[in-house]
Every structure is written in structure tokens, then in C-alpha cells.
């Protein structure tokens, strides 16, 4: 049966071919030929490939042998490459043989040709299966490669004896930071960066695995580049080859944040069972207290107030009240205390405490107050949630016993799925976060984490209960939130107490008048507005909850009305852009006759714009268009019943 072979012939003589071919023929090949004796031929028709054999005449006159074993290893082509050529010496045949001929042989001698073309087919024949070896070895192994790479792991190899990492895949850089050759150069790597604590178990224990030839995992600390230490599950399986322990492949799972959690969740567990024991001791305490200070109480009144035992008593009735006060803050963080909760604005009552902050804090330390505008509303006690406000600012008060500075911020928030999973108790949502930060002595990771813990406290003697920041543990948790601390020493700390959001209209505190019910009054108020539809609107707003108006629709108008009317003038209410005068030079010119009366501007562009454009001073009242009449009325109650002021102590 004829064997099909391609063969291309560079020859310039067609009779030469037509002898090659016969002779192939003969040998039972089925031919498919093709012939070409310049460079470009050549190369269009390597270019074809297919090719099996290339037989090449030596010399021709445009070409030669060399000048196409050139152009073959220049295309990178594995053909066999005989050269077929006339009476050549030695010493050409060898040159031909060192430019990378397989076969050198001439023309009247072709007894040679089919035994060398049927050897170099077989020789080609096992450099292509040995390629499609190496090929399918490369492949599998870039596939090996990636998956290792892939892997959210370090996958690793080590010498038994020394543990010195052979292989160690990109991942280790990426957790560690340190860079891959390290791992492979130094032989004791490994050992040297396992954080101190863990060192020698961890050791030990690798090698009485490695020796009783036992695959084996746990979990110990690696030290990262940047100091901080990293989590590992290890997995190690030993090779034993015959009787002797060859080697150790592992894989090194980083578990950093699932012990977070577990840290959270123990210590969530901790504190709940520290808060039901506290709860049932401040309940029992609180009946023996009611004893204590009824019994005090009645025996005060019956004991003579001159009687030395009178002030022994009323010493006891204060002690009582203080353990009271503690019992409280203990049932606060217990979580069983009675709360009270309304729909609130967290910037009402952060304004409501700050005046009160700035006493207890001191001179010392610079108050800081960053308000979001647009800030959501949450339901909680008001007292509750200022009692937390008042010991995060007590408890960094005590922290910066130099001087320092307190920010109190507030902002909206979305707690999604990743931040819950790094924080065990909180729930995903819509939530308002207050933050308390300052920038006293910080903390370390293990007072950290015991800061809510109750009586826990790092102040000395008679300087604290240590139940100031378990109160507010409490109060949030009961509130359905989530508070969290971050510190270190040296850099401040900051408290972030979530609250989920709520979408329900504010709740009016006890005692203030509720939604639909007007503030009214009786007092006079001169308007002044250029545009004739509002300042009607404003007037008739006004005199319907009781006040008397007199308008001004110029500025000249409303100087008018204030010199021609006899009475007082309570509030003069004006536009802050007005033509020819402007709305604060004309509250000046009606402060001149009449420097009793209170001021409250009203514009469309915002106070920020208007103040950074010096049309009004910092501080003075105001009021954006457009606004509600229950807005418009509310303010003008709130100008003309200011605060009274407190007696300085």
C-alpha cells in the first residue's frame, strides 16, 4: 500500500526532480510534490506547511542549501531537511550538517535516500510526539498554576527535614507582604515570623507530626509585614516515600476575620450574661434599697435635725441614692430599664446637651459639633440617648487630661451585608450614626475589648464605677443598635453609636405643643418683603395666629411704618435681599430707634450662601424659603420666647 508523503523540492533542475521522484516512487511513497528554486518561493511555500520532507539541492543559482536552512529556522520550521546535491566535498557536507541539515548525500548515489527519508519520518514523527508531550505538560501545568493562584489560600511545599518553603504560590504576598523570594531564600522563614506567642507550640508541633509521618491541621498567628498578625488554618500533609518522609504540602487558610467574629461573638455572649447577672442584682437591690430609703425618710423626720444620728441618717439616705443611681445605670446596660421612645431628631438632642457638654468637659478641651442637614430620624428614649451622649463625652473627657479637642458628629448610613459580618450584632439597613471622637491617650486591642464590660475601667481609685460605657452598651442595644469602638494608643478613640433609621414623622416632647396645634401670639411684627404675593401671604399667616402686622413692601416703607407707629415692635421680619437697602442694614437702621426688637431674616438662598456672601452676620436667626406656615410660626414663637438665661454658678 503506497505511503502518502509531501515533498518539497528546492531545485533549479526539473530533470533532477523527475530522478528524486522515481526513486521515492519506488520506495512506495504516493507523492504530493511541489518545486522551487528562489528565496520567495521558498517561503510562500513554507508558509503552506503540510510539508513532510524538504529535499535541497546544495548549490543553484539563485539560492542555496544554507540560505534555506536560514529561512527554516528563522520560520522556526521542524521538517526534516535533506540535502540531495551533486559531487560536493566533505568539508561542505559538514557545514551543511552544522546549519542544521538532518542528511547530506549526492546524486549519484540515492541508494541512501529512502532509508534516511524513512528514518528522519520516524525521528520527526517523536520530536512532534515529544512536543504534544511538553505542550500537554505546559498546559496542564499553567492550569495547575491558575488554580492555585485563584485560590484564596497559600498553597505551599517545604523540605520535611528543614521546613525551608520550596513553593509558595502569589497569595502569601498578598496577605503578608512580604515579597515571594523571601519565603523561598531564608531557611527559617516560617519559624522566625509565627508571632512570639504561638512560636513554639506551633513549632513543636509540626515536628512531632512530621516525625510520627501524620497529616494535620490548626490554626496559629503569622506576623505581616506591616506588623499586624494574620490568622492561618493550616492543612499539611505529609509525603512519605518507601519508609521516609519526602516532603510537606499544605495549604494556609487565612481565618483573620473569621476569628474576628468569633472574638465578637464570645465576647457578645460575655456581656449578655454579664447584663442578665446585673439586671437580677440591680432588681433585688433596688427592693432593698426602697427599704433603706423609706426607712431613712421616716426616721429623718422623726429624729431631732440638732441630733448628731439626724446627719448619720441623712448620710445614709445619700448613700442609698448613689447605689440607686448605680442600680440604674446597671439595669441600663442589662437592658431592662423602662424606656420611653418617641420618633427624635439626633440633632435636636445633641443641640438640647451641648451647652451642658461644654461645662462638663472644660475650658481645656474644644467642643466640635458636625450636624448632617439632611439627617434621618430614629425612635429612642431622648433621655436615654442623651445619658449616652453625656458619658462618651465624661469618659473622653478623662482621656485627654491635657487638653484636647471633642467632635461630635452625626450622619446617615446604609450597614450592608459585609459590615455585618465583620460586626456580629449589627443589623444591615438604613441607620443614623452619632460619633463621638477624641484626641486623647487611646487604647490598646485588650482594654479594647473590655471597655463596655461594667465596672471595667483603667481611671484610678475614686475616679470612676466603670459602668459609664456599659450604660451605653445597654441604652443602644435596648434601643435596637449597635456601638463599636475603635482606638489605638497614642491616636484617640472613637465611638459610633448606630441607630436604625425610621420613616415616621417626630414626635412632639411632653409638654410641646402637638402637630396641628398653632403657636399663637400678641405681640406686634413690622414685615418687610418686596414681593407683593408673599408679604400678603406672611401677613395674613400672622394675623391669623393673633399677631399684629404692619408691612413694609421697600425698604423705605418699612422704616416708615417702624417711625410712625406708636406701640412697641416685637420682631421685625424681613427679606435679606431688598432693593437699594439690604434686609441686614435695614434691621441696623430700625435697631437705631428701636433697639429692643428681634430680628429674623428670610430668603431663598440657603444661610450658608448668604453668609458666605456677608449679607447676614453668623448667628442670626434665620429662616429658608420656601417654608411651612407651622415652620414660619414656630419660629417666630421660638425668637420671641428665647431660653432663660442660666445663673452663672
Same mark, same amino acid.
Given at each position: 500500500?503506497?505511503?502518502?508523503? %509531501?515533498? !518539497?523540492?528546492?531545485? =533549479? #533542475? &526539473?530533470?533532477?526532480?523527475?530522478?528524486?521522484?522515481? @526513486?521515492? $516512487? +519506488?520506495?512506495?511513497y504516493?507523492?504530493?510534490?511541489?518545486?522551487?528554486?528562489?528565496?520567495e518561493a521558498?517561503?510562500?511555500?513554507?508558509?503552506?506547511?503540510g510539508?513532510?520532507?524538504?529535499?535541497?539541492?546544495?548549490?543553484?543559482?539563485?539560492?542555496?542549501?544554507?540560505?534555506?536552512?536560514?529561512?527554516?529556522?528563522?520560520?522556526k520550521?521542524?521538517l526534516?531537511?535533506?540535502?540531495?546535491?551533486?559531487?560536493?566535498?566533505?568539508?561542505?557536507?559538514?557545514?551543511?550538517?552544522?546549519?542544521?541539515?538532518?542528511?547530506?548525500?549526492?546524486?549519484?548515489?540515492?541508494s %541512501?535516500? !529512502?532509508?534516511?527519508? =524513512? #528514518? &528522519?519520518?520516524?525521528?520527526?514523527?517523536?520530536?512532534? @510526539?515529544? $512536543? +504534544?508531550?511538553?505542550?500537554?505538560?505546559?498546559?496542564?501545568e499553567?492550569?495547575?498554576?491558575?488554580?492555585?493562584e485563584?485560590?484564596r489560600?497559600?498553597?505551599?511545599?517545604a523540605?520535611?527535614?528543614?521546613?525551608?518553603?520550596?513553593?509558595?504560590?502569589p497569595?502569601?504576598?498578598?496577605?503578608?507582604?512580604?515579597?515571594?523570594?523571601?519565603?523561598?531564600?531564608?531557611?527559617?522563614?516560617?519559624?522566625?515570623?509565627?508571632?512570639?506567642?504561638?512560636?513554639?507550640?506551633?513549632?513543636?508541633?509540626?515536628?512531632?507530626?512530621?516525625?510520627e509521618?501524620?497529616?494535620?491541621?490548626?490554626?496559629?498567628?503569622?506576623?505581616?509585614?506591616?506588623?499586624h498578625?494574620?490568622?492561618?488554618?493550616?492543612?499539611? $500533609?505529609?509525603?512519605?516515600?518507601?519508609?521516609?518522609?519526602?516532603e510537606?504540602?499544605?495549604?494556609?487558610?487565612?481565618?483573620t476575620?473569621?476569628?474576628?467574629?468569633?472574638?465578637?461573638?464570645?465576647?457578645?455572649?460575655?456581656?449578655?450574661?454579664?447584663?442578665?447577672?446585673a439586671?437580677?442584682?440591680?432588681?433585688?437591690?433596688?427592693?432593698?434599697?426602697?427599704?433603706?430609703?423609706?426607712?431613712?425618710?421616716?426616721?429623718?423626720?422623726?429624729?431631732?435635725?440638732?441630733?448628731?444620728?439626724?446627719?448619720?441618717?441623712e448620710?445614709?439616705?445619700?448613700?442609698?441614692?448613689?447605689a440607686?443611681?448605680?442600680?440604674?445605670?446597671?439595669?441600663?446596660?442589662?437592658?431592662?430599664?423602662?424606656?420611653?421612645?418617641?420618633?427624635?431628631?439626633?440633632?435636636?438632642?445633641?443641640?438640647?446637651?451641648?451647652?451642658?457638654?461644654?461645662?462638663?468637659?472644660?475650658?481645656?478641651?474644644?467642643?466640635?459639633?458636625?450636624?448632617?442637614?439632611?439627617?434621618?430620624?430614629?425612635?429612642?428614649?431622648?433621655?436615654?440617648?442623651?445619658?449616652?451622649?453625656?458619658n462618651?463625652?465624661?469618659?473622653?473627657?478623662?482621656?485627654?487630661?491635657?487638653?484636647?479637642?471633642?467632635?461630635?458628629?452625626t450622619?446617615?448610613?446604609?450597614?450592608?451585608?459585609?459590615?455585618?459580618?465583620?460586626?456580629a450584632?449589627?443589623?444591615?439597613?438604613?441607620?443614623?450614626?452619632?460619633?463621638?471622637?477624641?484626641?486623647?491617650?487611646?487604647?490598646?486591642a485588650?482594654?479594647?475589648?473590655?471597655?463596655?464590660?461594667?465596672?471595667?475601667t483603667?481611671?484610678?481609685?475614686?475616679k470612676?464605677?466603670?459602668?459609664?460605657?456599659?450604660?451605653?452598651?445597654?441604652?443602644?442595644?435596648?434601643?435596637g443598635?449597635?456601638?463599636?469602638?475603635?482606638?489605638?494608643?497614642?491616636?484617640?478613640?472613637?465611638?459610633?453609636?448606630?441607630?436604625?433609621?425610621?420613616?415616621?414623622?417626630?414626635?412632639?416632647?411632653?409638654?410641646q405643643?402637638?402637630?396641628?396645634?398653632?403657636?399663637?401670639?400678641?405681640?406686634?411684627?413690622l414685615?418687610?418683603?418686596?414681593?407683593?404675593?408673599l408679604?400678603?401671604?406672611?401677613?395674613?399667616?400672622?394675623?391669623?395666629?393673633?399677631?399684629?402686622?404692619?408691612?413694609?413692601?421697600?425698604?423705605?416703607?418699612?422704616?416708615?411704618?417702624?417711625?410712625?407707629?406708636?406701640?412697641?415692635?416685637?420682631?421685625?421680619?424681613?427679606?435679606?435681599?431688598?432693593?437699594?437697602?439690604?434686609?441686614?442694614?435695614?434691621?441696623?437702621?430700625?435697631?437705631?430707634?428701636?433697639?429692643?426688637?428681634?430680628?429674623?431674616?428670610?430668603?431663598?438662598?440657603?444661610?450658608?450662601?448668604?453668609?458666605?456672601h456677608?449679607?447676614?452676620?453668623a448667628?442670626?436667626?434665620?429662616?429658608?424659603?420656601?417654608?411651612?406656615?407651622?415652620?414660619?410660626?414656630?419660629?417666630?414663637?421660638?425668637?420671641?420666647?428665647?431660653?432663660?438665661?442660666?445663673?452663672?454658678?
Open positions: 500500500m503506497a505511503k502518502p508523503l %509531501r515533498v !518539497l523540492f528546492v531545485e =533549479d #533542475r &526539473e530533470k533532477d526532480v523527475e530522478l528524486l521522484v522515481l @526513486e521515492l $516512487r +519506488r520506495g512506495g504516493d507523492l504530493v510534490q511541489e518545486r522551487v528554486d528562489t528565496p521558498f517561503g510562500a511555500a513554507l508558509e503552506r506547511q510539508w513532510d520532507i524538504i529535499l535541497c539541492d546544495y548549490q543553484m543559482p539563485r539560492f542555496d542549501a544554507p540560505a534555506a536552512l536560514a529561512l527554516v529556522k528563522e520560520r520550521v521542524d526534516p531537511f535533506i540535502v540531495v546535491s551533486g559531487t560536493v566535498g566533505e568539508e561542505t557536507a559538514v557545514e551543511a550538517l552544522r546549519a542544521g541539515a538532518h542528511d547530506f548525500m549526492t546524486k549519484d548515489r540515492l %541512501r535516500l !529512502l532509508p534516511a527519508i =524513512d #528514518r &528522519e519520518l520516524r525521528e520527526a514523527f517523536g520530536r512532534a @510526539e515529544r $512536543r +504534544r508531550a511538553e505542550s500537554a505538560l505546559l498546559e496542564k499553567a492550569q495547575y498554576r491558575q488554580i492555585v485563584s485560590v489560600a497559600v498553597v505551599w511545599r523540605d520535611a527535614r528543614t521546613f525551608q518553603f520550596t513553593f509558595v504560590s497569595e502569601a504576598e498578598k496577605i503578608l507582604g512580604y515579597p515571594m523570594r523571601m519565603w523561598l531564600e531564608e531557611p527559617s522563614f516560617w519559624s522566625d515570623h509565627i508571632h512570639p506567642d504561638d512560636r513554639a507550640w506551633a513549632t513543636a508541633l509540626y515536628r512531632r507530626n512530621t516525625e509521618k501524620r497529616d494535620h491541621q490548626f490554626e496559629y498567628r503569622l506576623v505581616a509585614a506591616d506588623g498578625a494574620v490568622w492561618f488554618q493550616d492543612l499539611v $500533609r505529609v509525603v512519605v516515600e518507601g519508609d521516609e518522609v519526602r510537606l504540602v499544605g495549604i494556609m487558610i487565612d481565618v476575620e473569621r476569628r474576628h467574629l468569633e472574638d465578637q461573638l464570645r465576647q457578645s455572649q460575655k456581656l449578655e450574661a454579664v447584663g442578665q447577672l439586671g437580677g442584682v440591680a432588681h433585688d437591690f433596688n427592693n432593698l434599697l426602697g427599704v433603706i430609703t423609706g426607712y431613712s425618710d421616716l426616721a429623718l423626720r422623726e429624729i431631732d435635725p440638732e441630733h448628731r444620728a439626724h446627719r448619720r441618717v448620710q445614709i439616705r445619700k448613700a442609698a441614692e448613689r440607686a443611681a448605680l442600680t440604674r445605670q446597671l439595669l441600663a446596660f442589662s437592658r431592662k430599664q423602662v424606656l420611653q421612645p418617641r420618633v427624635l431628631a439626633l440633632n435636636a438632642v445633641v443641640a438640647d446637651v451641648e451647652k451642658m457638654l461644654r461645662r462638663l468637659i472644660g475650658e481645656h478641651i474644644q467642643l466640635v459639633t458636625v450636624l448632617s442637614e439632611d439627617l434621618g430620624t430614629v425612635k429612642a428614649d431622648p433621655g436615654q440617648i442623651e445619658q449616652v451622649l453625656v462618651l463625652a465624661v469618659n473622653a473627657r478623662d482621656a485627654m487630661p491635657g487638653g484636647g479637642k471633642l467632635v461630635i458628629e450622619a446617615n448610613t446604609d450597614l450592608d451585608e459585609g459590615y455585618v459580618r465583620a460586626h450584632d449589627a443589623r444591615p439597613g438604613p441607620h443614623v450614626v452619632l460619633s463621638v471622637s477624641d484626641t486623647g491617650h487611646g487604647m490598646d485588650r482594654t479594647l475589648s473590655r471597655v463596655f464590660e461594667p465596672f471595667f483603667t481611671k484610678g481609685p475614686d470612676g464605677t466603670g459602668l459609664g460605657l456599659s450604660t451605653v452598651y445597654g441604652v443602644v442595644k435596648q434601643s443598635g449597635h456601638v463599636t469602638a475603635y482606638s489605638e494608643p497614642g491616636h484617640g478613640t472613637t465611638f459610633k453609636v448606630y441607630l436604625p433609621r425610621v420613616d415616621e414623622p417626630l414626635e412632639p416632647r411632653p409638654g405643643a402637638a402637630v396641628g396645634e398653632t403657636p399663637r401670639g400678641t405681640e406686634t411684627i414685615l418687610a418683603e418686596d414681593e407683593e404675593s408679604r400678603l401671604m406672611f401677613r395674613e399667616l400672622l394675623e391669623g395666629a393673633g399677631y399684629l402686622v404692619l408691612e413694609g413692601a421697600s425698604p423705605e416703607a418699612a422704616l416708615a411704618a417702624s417711625e410712625s407707629h406708636a406701640g412697641p415692635i416685637h420682631l421685625f421680619m424681613t427679606d435679606v435681599v431688598m432693593p437699594r437697602i439690604g434686609g441686614q442694614e435695614l434691621a441696623r437702621r430700625v435697631l437705631v430707634t428701636r433697639p429692643q426688637v428681634r430680628v429674623l431674616y428670610i430668603s431663598g438662598y440657603s444661610f450658608e450662601g448668604i453668609g458666605h456677608g449679607l447676614i452676620d448667628g442670626a436667626n434665620y429662616l429658608e424659603k420656601p417654608f411651612t406656615a407651622e415652620a414660619l410660626l414656630r419660629t417666630v414663637r421660638k425668637i420671641l420666647d428665647p431660653p432663660v438665661t442660666e445663673k452663672r454658678q
